[in-house]
């Protein structure tokens, strides 16, 4: 390839740059275009993808990577997560076994924005986060990831912008057609359809002489899959330990020359302390989820002048996600409940004997709807040879609901079980999977389902909508002189984006806490015994070999019925009566942030000592407002209602704390591009430039929360701050590329970002006037004394039990706070802050090769990154660090000639943290790492004739599972097995 000759003609090097990247803003004549997109369009296959992709990165300035479609409606992966982690510096997130958000050269999903042909898309619901999972690929053209700043791109991806292409009918004139149809057949299904259906329907056309023209894209998706799951939701640090513990303690920690523990660990205020650390739970369940997506795309086009063209377009998602599961374990409390327990060397707990609770059989159920939808328009208008305006304007919104389930209009979770028994045994010292044994009072390690219990039910509704409406102007100026400077743009644009949210929960209803029992409303016809077989088999330790190795399951519907029908207010108490449904009494959360933005940059062409070099300089400027009214629970007062629960009251009628708060910021923020071709086939890049991010919406929340289950060592709550700035990050790029052949090149990549005004967040003990706790008040520690004496262990259980039998329970046997005699509570409350700089920096390399013409091709690339903001496990409290930061590395092997193709895909991302604080984890937010992940994936194509092609897919055909941990292996969190996945079907274009 002479990319000299490009040279010598700089207006057209410019404008075959942005012909190859799809720009909406071309600047050149309608013919030439036409001419230019048909090649694009009629390069099929794997190859032909490649090449385009190759070809967009060379062309452009900056650094930015992309992914073609292989023909009309095929995209190279079924999920477009799944085809991004292929771009170097990208990985992603896993939801229900598919790709779901991205991470960019460490940054997480709210510091990459997305936009949809330039425009800025809203997060899915109440987030910044755009969940790919939802968007079908057969709509989609091409995905570009730029990856270095850009004044003429919205601000919001400090780590990278990815830009969705979508086809616009009059780049491609005639008629094409192309109809996909697909049976997916996912090998973890158990409860639902073991072969779903996918089809897909596009259709393009022009007319009136290719002035006028129409794009359309249906799709329907439906899968079927279980999800299973073995759980911790929480480890508590320096938990209270038994003065004179009832069984043997085995303690690895190392000691000093006194025999103490070291103290290994640093607590929130900087002192040296031992560190040990307990499970609040074990769990293991298992999901039965049926996902359905349909997809929509309308684009219209009119070019009434060879000068003018008007798009309109729709752009829309409707998403439900169904979910019963079925689950059982144990929960723990510390302190004098601990009979024996073995400490590793870290001090983490490998196995707990542990006296008290409750051991549960649970279920739960929610369907979750996603509805996107975009409208836009667009006027493209060559003034005259030299001046080109482009007006484009959009509104788009995501709503997110979780209350769709047409019985319980929300998430809805009831609780069976027993505190009928005498201890728990916790044991994690071999396996992959955590152990847990219960000795019941009936002297046997399993409960009859005659001694089934009732707990508590709650529903929980969390919907949340985001918007964005957006109007930008730009205009291009072309230098009609051959000079060195060929082009200047410059634009305006309005954003405004508006985020709500709220969250209602029921409260814990029907008598929480098996005490008094009611066993008896339930029938031992209802309780199904089940064994372990086929259950996480995966793991060491799963499946027949897991203990306990049986569990019950119910019928959920049955048994809301049945609590509903004798849990009464004449039973248990107004408060305590289970009813279905819940109150919409919640308090609303909105942030609104309206922006003003203009921008300049401009385009240069000129040789250095015969080195054509190109240049792209720019500046933009954003005004940011923030405004967020805010509404917040009041606390009243807290309860001790059974020996596991405590229950926070607030105050009803939709009795708030309303406050208005206001903030806002401008940034500044200049780029520079530098390209130089050092050789006919070798491109070096000079980037530097300043990006930011947003802050997350959570912190820009004006108001206050607390817990609404405030057990001990989780008395937690949180404050907004709408006055924090923005991340701003200032880049540095240096990379090589070498294109040595018509599709192979390899590329290395330095690059370096140092994060200004980093958000952290820091930790205050609060206190609320007349908020009171039982927990070591004089009543408290009387009960305990007198169970003590009659030498007997403290266990939560048997304080509570003395608390009621020295009367200070009231009508429904729950400790009320004194303030006379009990301290006020303390919460641990989290607040934002802006702090110092961070430094993030790494390398990319990429590989692409064609083996001449055999057929066979290969793609490899890996990306290193590291920096001052990595997770200290050794210090117990909240820490700067940057979620998803981690190397990755991907390869693609391919065989493609004649009427066949086949590929197989290997995507491997290392340990990474996935964020600070654990669902029931201490008020010192601990952290959760996902464990090293490595996928195999199968693609196969054949091509019957020139219109008909049947196609295989497989996807995690190794079957990998998902783990996660706390601050060390040990402290295990999550692992998840969902199973392979395969699809056939066949596509008809023409």
Not at 58 to 87: C, H, W, Y
Request: proline fraction near 4%; hydrophobic fraction near 35%; glycine fraction near 10%.
């Amino acid at each position: 390839m002479n990319t000299n000759n490009f040279y010598k003609k700089p207006l057209a090097t410019c404008v075959s740059a942005i012909i190859a990247m799809s720009f909406s803003n071309q600047v050149m004549a309608q013919d030439s275009e036409k001419a230019e997109v048909d090649e694009v369009i009629t390069v099929k296959g794997i190859r032909g993808s490649l090449i385009r992709s190759m070809d967009l990165k060379r062309d452009t300035f900056g650094v930015m990577d992309a992914i073609s479609a292989e023909e009309m409606g095929k995209f190279p992966d079924t999920n477009l997560a799944e085809s991004l982690q292929r771009i170097t510096g990208v990985t992603i997130s896993r939801s229900n076994g598919e790709g779901s958000e991205i991470t960019v050269r460490g940054f997480g999903p709210h510091f990459n924005l997305v936009t949809l042909n330039g425009r800025q898309m809203p997060g899915t619901g109440f987030t910044r986060s755009f969940n790919f999972e939802n968007l079908s690929s057969e709509g989609v053209s091409t995905l570009e990831v730029m990856k270095t700043a850009r004044a003429e791109t919205p601000t919001g991806g400090l780590g990278a912008t990815v830009n969705i292409v979508t086809p616009k009918p009059l780049q491609s004139p005639g008629q094409k057609v192309s109809v996909m149809g697909k049976l997916i057949n996912d090998t973890s299904n158990v409860a639902g359809d073991d072969f779903t259906p996918e089809f897909a329907a596009l259709y393009s056309n022009t007319f009136m002489d290719n002035t006028f023209g129409v794009a359309a894209t249906v799709s329907y998706h439906r899968r079927d899959f279980q999800q299973q799951t073995a759980n911790i939701q929480g480890w508590h640090a320096n938990v209270e330990l038994p003065s004179e513990p009832n069984g043997e303690v085995i303690d690895h920690r190392p000691t000093d020359s006194e025999g103490n523990p070291v103290a290994a660990y640093t607590d929130k205020d900087g002192n040296a302390v031992a560190g040990h650390f307990f499970p609040k739970d074990m769990n293991y369940s298992y999901s039965d989820v049926q996902r359905e997506r349909i997809n929509g795309q309308v684009t219209l086009q009119y070019a009434p002048t060879e000068d003018l063209t008007i798009t309109t377009d729709f752009t829309g998602t409707l998403a439900t996600t169904g979910v019963e599961t079925t689950g059982w374990g144990i929960w723990n409390n510390f302190g004098g409940n601990i009979n024996a327990y073995e400490l590793d060397e870290n001090g983490t707990a490998v196995f707990a004997d542990i006296a008290g609770d409750d051991g549960s059989f649970t279920m739960s159920r929610n369907t979750t709807e996603v509805d996107s939808r975009s409208i836009g328009l667009n006027l493209d208008w060559q003034l005259n040879s030299d001046i080109h305006v482009e007006l484009d304007m959009h509104d788009s919104i995501s709503k997110i609901d979780n209350g769709k389930d047409k019985g319980i209009k929300s998430n809805g979770q009831v609780i069976l079980g027993s505190d009928k028994l005498e201890k728990k045994i916790y044991d994690y010292r071999t396996g992959e999977i955590p152990h847990y044994e219960i000795l019941w009072n009936n002297g046997t390690n399993e409960l009859a389902a005659n001694e089934i219990d009732s707990n508590f039910g709650q529903f929980t509704h969390t919907p949340g909508e985001s918007k964005v409406q957006q109007v930008q102007l730009d205009t291009t100026w072309a230098n009609p002189e051959y000079s060195a400077l060929a082009k200047i743009k410059g634009g305006v644009s309005y954003t405004k984006q508006t985020l709500s949210g709220s969250n209602a929960w029921s409260g814990l209803l029907g008598k929480p806490g098996f005490n008094p029992s009611f066993a008896n409303i339930f029938p031992s016809s209802i309780f199904t015994k089940q064994d372990t077989s086929g259950f996480l088999d995966e793991f060491a330790g799963g499946g027949s070999a897991l203990s306990p190795n049986y569990f019950y399951t119910y019928d959920f519907d049955q048994v809301l019925a049945i609590k509903q029908a004798y849990l009464t207010a004449d039973v248990v108490g107004e408060s305590d009566a289970f009813m279905l449904g819940i109150s919409e009494d919640a308090p609303q959360d909105l942030v609104e942030e309206t922006t003003s933005a203009l921008y300049l940059q401009s385009e240069w062409y000129f040789d250095v000592m015969d080195f054509p070099v190109q240049i792209n300089a720019g500046m933009r400027y954003e005004k940011t407002d923030v405004i967020s009214p805010s509404e917040s629970r009041i606390v009243e007062d807290v309860v001790w209602s059974t020996s596991s629960e405590w229950i926070t009251n607030f105050a009803g009628d939709g009795e708030f704390q309303r406050v208005t708060n206001e903030g806002g910021y401008d940034v500044f923020l200049p780029m520079l591009d530098l390209k130089v071709d050092l050789t006919d086939d070798v491109v070096g890049r000079f980037s530097v430039g300043k990006s930011m991010t947003r802050p997350e919406l959570g912190f820009l929340l004006g108001g206050e929360s607390y817990t609404g289950s405030p057990k001990l060592g989780t008395r937690t709550g949180s404050r907004g701050n709408t006055n924090l700035k923005p991340y701003q990050s200032t880049n540095i790029d240096l990379s090589v590329e070498y294109y040595y052949e018509e599709a192979s090149y390899m590329s290395l990549g330095l690059f370096a970002k140092k994060v200004a005004d980093w958000i952290d967040t820091t930790t205050v003990a609060v206190t609320l006037d007349g908020v009171h706790d039982v927990y070591q008040g004089e009543r408290y520690n009387e009960a305990v004394s007198q169970i003590e004496a009659n030498g007997e262990q403290a266990t939560d259980s048997a304080i509570h039990a003395q608390l009621i039998a020295n009367g200070y329970g009231n009508d429904a046997d729950a400790i009320e706070a004194d303030p006379s005699s009990d301290p006020l509570l303390v919460w641990s409350v989290t607040s934002p802050e802006n702090v110092e700089k961070r430094e993030v920096y790494g390398a990319e390399i990429a590989i692409q090769h064609m083996f001449g013409e055999s057929g066979f091709g290969t793609a490899f690339n890996a990306t290193i990154v590291d920096g001052d903001v990595t997770y200290d496990p050794s210090i117990l409290d909240t820490q700067t660090v940057l979620p998803g930061i981690s190397d990755s590395a991907n390869f693609q092997a391919f065989y493609e000639k004649d009427d066949l193709s086949v590929k197989f895909t290997y995507a491997w991302r290392d340990a990474y943290l996935i964020g600070q604080g654990q669902d029931q984890g201490s008020s010192e937010a601990p952290p959760q790492f996902a464990k090293a992940f490595g996928q195999w994936d199968v693609s196969v194509n054949y091509d019957v004739d020139e219109n008909l092609t049947v196609f295989f897919d497989g996807v995690n055909i190794n079957n990998e599972t998902e783990q996660g941990y706390g601050r060390f292996e040990e402290q295990f969190l999550f692992a998840r097995q969902y199973g392979p996945r395969y699809t056939l079907g066949a596509r008809y274009s023409f």
